[in-house]
């Protein structure tokens, strides 16, 4: 819980706001005030959900103040949280371990979604598969992101590594609302590209498809995004983090039985956020590339936070033994 006389304020003088804009901002004195953070990216569907039916402020007690903050990448979300500027919220599993490993006070409480990390590569760049990657550029978020760990992943299992550790390919990195305009300039080649963005790189500039989203690594064993808090609030306010989880898991639930709602509220959503308003028919394509689900596996995450290891985005072996606590979970 925050006294939120000082969000806002630290939040844009880290530079952590992004350029896409925050969907809430601190606006009063209470010492009641939740701050939770999303990417507008579909894997984070059930946060957006979440606060268009105001089950975060349904959950927990009366008189709580809700506020949102989004971000453009991992990196930015994680610091907002180990400075104590949000209380959790929605971020990749990959920026989630890396620091953890690093000392940062997190931990996984939920699944937010699975799949959606598509492999696309630029029409006119000659590649037809992944033995023509070698010697292109390609695009991720963020280095060492969950989209990169697993596409690197994928690439090593097939004998073929990125610059950064001695191979062919060429990283960039850059938001994946920004990954069409790179492409019509022919800066990149290959973007590992998180739905929606994927299926818009499909529809507006005729991408194909080089890697599934059922086909690269961990793509349907871990989640693509994860609900987070940190050790200090579920000790010091269980009730609150079990308020969370179960907004969290009732958001969840809409999704599922109400598909058609949820993907107006996500192109709604993203529209406010970014400034694109995506096609319906680019949703429907990206959410058959997803599946939303609350669940979380340890081991799963044990094994994503080896190949990181292995991939040199981790300096040491990781131990995520007790990054997962799923005790909230119904």
């Not at 209380?87 to 690093?102: E, F, I, Q, W």
């Not at 080089?210 to 940190?230: H, M, W």
């Not at 028919?281 to 596996?297: H, K």
Request: net charge negative; hydrophobic share 35%; aromatic share 8%.
């Amino acid at each position: 819980m925050k006294r939120s006389g000082l969000i806002l304020t630290s939040l844009a003088a880290a530079g952590i706001l992004s350029a896409c804009g925050a969907s809430g901002a601190a606006t009063g004195d209470s010492e009641d005030t939740i701050v939770l953070g999303y990417f507008p990216n579909l894997d984070h569907a059930t946060a957006m959900v979440a606060k268009d039916q105001q089950f975060y402020e349904n959950n927990l007690p009366e008189g709580t103040n809700v506020e949102y903050v989004t971000f453009a990448d991992g990196s930015d979300f994680m610091t907002a949280l180990k400075t104590g500027d949000i209380d959790g919220g929605l971020v990749g599993p990959g920026p989630a371990m890396n620091n953890y490993t690093n000392g940062a006070d997190v931990r996984m409480i939920a699944g937010g979604a699975s799949g959606g990390t598509v492999v696309m590569a630029r029409d006119g760049s000659g590649i037809e598969s992944i033995e023509d990657i070698p010697g292109s550029t390609f695009i991720t978020p963020r280095v060492g992101c969950t989209h990169d760990v697993q596409f690197e992943t994928y690439m090593k299992e097939n004998d073929i590594t990125s610059n950064r550790i001695g191979g062919e390919m060429i990283h960039q990195t850059g938001k994946p609302a920004q990954y069409e305009a790179m492409f019509e300039t022919g800066k990149i080649d290959v973007a590992v590209a998180p739905e929606p963005w994927a299926s818009v790189l499909a529809q507006n500039t005729g991408a194909k498809v080089i890697i599934e989203p059922d086909e690269i690594s961990f793509g349907t064993s871990l989640p693509a995004s994860v609900l987070v808090t940190s050790s200090e609030l579920i000790e010091s306010d269980p009730e609150t983090v079990q308020a969370i989880v179960d907004a969290h898991e009732e958001a969840t639930a809409y999704i599922e039985e109400n598909p058609e709602e949820s993907k107006e509220i996500v192109i709604s959503t993203i529209d406010d956020i970014t400034g694109q308003e995506l096609e319906k028919s680019v949703i429907d394509g990206a959410w058959d590339n997803m599946f939303f689900s609350t669940d979380i596996d340890g081991e799963e995450i044990q094994a994503f936070g080896d190949s990181s290891f292995d991939l040199k985005f981790l300096k040491e072996k990781p131990d995520f033994s007790e990054l997962t606590d799923t005790q909230f979970l119904n």
